[in-house]
């Protein structure tokens, strides 16, 4: 404990609620609120922030002196993960879907510089990740580390998530509440501390997310929190697979950005939106609706993407849902 030098997770978070003004939530008769996590902490980005605060403080009371956890090339959770490591005193590895090229990305390079150490691994190998003979290599590699799951997902996690709701004024009177979802680790956070009169609505950034209910029930029980119900999973707003883009999704994040203000990652957050606003569009949100839209953050994942979010976006032909 004698290294630690600074907690980021000491302070509370107390995320801004903005109101959305767009034509398509006036005609609709809703009004439409999102909860700017991305604005918790510049580093720390969104929801991770919350997954990281508990899962980081308990292994640091526990002693540990290093961390290992999974990733993609360009993870948030491996971006936050390697900064809150490197603020606390904690060496950092982060085990790296892909190949080793991908060390100069914004994403890893920012993490190299916090100290991270990277090992690269091929897709077969890091489908092997919960395996315990992995885990097992690993240690030999890396001696003794606390383990991260991918993306933050597991008990402390849910706890850190459930503060997302859980302290936010008046959040009963939202009907319905919406988060993008990659594990579902926030998803079953926010289920956590749900008011009995809201509704919940995950969107799956991932093609094939059916698997998504049942890890988040899992993670509900190995928490001990019971199931309130009361939510359901959107699961074809991956326009087209995990990370990928299209013209529309590039066109909608850059119109919704010049009417809101607000920036949208093309891998979470502007997935959800517009999956979001077609389902208004779709008159699929009963008028009268109050609904919570919560920005997970995640924007250090649009560097190196602008030229392709740029060109898609001028490629688009047709209309909006705004
Ligand atoms: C990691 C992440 C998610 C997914 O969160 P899960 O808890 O894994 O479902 C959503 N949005 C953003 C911006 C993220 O970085």
């Known amino acids: 404990m004698s290294n630690r030098r600074f907690n980021p997770f000491e302070s509370t978070a107390r995320p801004a609620l ?5 034509d398509l939530y006036r005609r609709a008769g809703i009004e439409v609120w999102i909860l700017r996590l991305d604005k918790v902490h510049p580093l720390i980005s969104g929801n991770k922030w919350y997954k990281l605060k508990y899962t980081l403080q308990d292994l640091v009371r526990r002693g540990e002196k290093r961390v290992l956890t999974f990733g993609g090339a360009y993870s948030n ?3 936050a993960l390697a900064f809150a490591g490197q603020a606390m005193g904690i060496e950092t590895i982060g085990v790296i879907r892909g190949e080793p090229a991908y060390a100069a990305n914004p ?3 920012d993490a190299r510089s916090w100290g991270m150490k990277l090992e ?3 897709r077969a190998t890091y489908r092997s990740r919960r395996d315990p003979d992995f885990e097992l290599q690993l240690h030999r590699r890396f001696g003794d580390f606390g383990l991260v799951a991918e993306g933050g997902f597991g008990p402390l996690g849910l706890l850190g998530c459930r503060e997302i709701i859980a302290g936010l004024d ?3 009177g939202f009907d319905l509440i919406c988060v993008a979802a990659g594990t579902g680790g926030t998803l079953a956070g926010l289920l956590a501390a749900k008011p009995v009169s809201s509704r919940l609505l995950g969107f799956s950034a991932l093609k094939g997310g059916d698997f998504l209910s049942q890890d988040i029930i899992t993670l509900l029980q190995q928490a001990g929190e019971a199931d309130p119900g009361g939510w359901t999973l959107q699961l074809d707003a991956h326009c087209g697979g995990y990370a990928r883009t299209t013209p529309l999704l590039a066109a909608f994040m850059a119109a919704f950005r010049q009417k809101t203000g607000v920036t949208l990652d093309p891998v979470y957050t502007g997935k959800m939106l517009l999956r979001f606003n077609q389902m208004v569009a779709d008159g699929e949100v009963v008028p009268g609706s109050r ?5 997970s953050g995640g924007l250090q994942g649009l560097r190196g993407m602008e030229k392709t979010l740029y060109d898609q976006e001028h490629a688009h032909r ?3 849902p705004l």
């Open 291 to 295: 609904v919570l839209l919560i920005h």
């Open 18 to 22: 903005q109101l959305l003004q767009l």
């Open 107 to 109: 994403t890893l390079t």
């Open 120 to 122: 690269f691994v091929d």
């Open 77 to 79: 959770h491996v971006h």
């Open 318 to 320: 047709g209309g909006l």
């Open 170 to 172: 008046g959040v009963a």
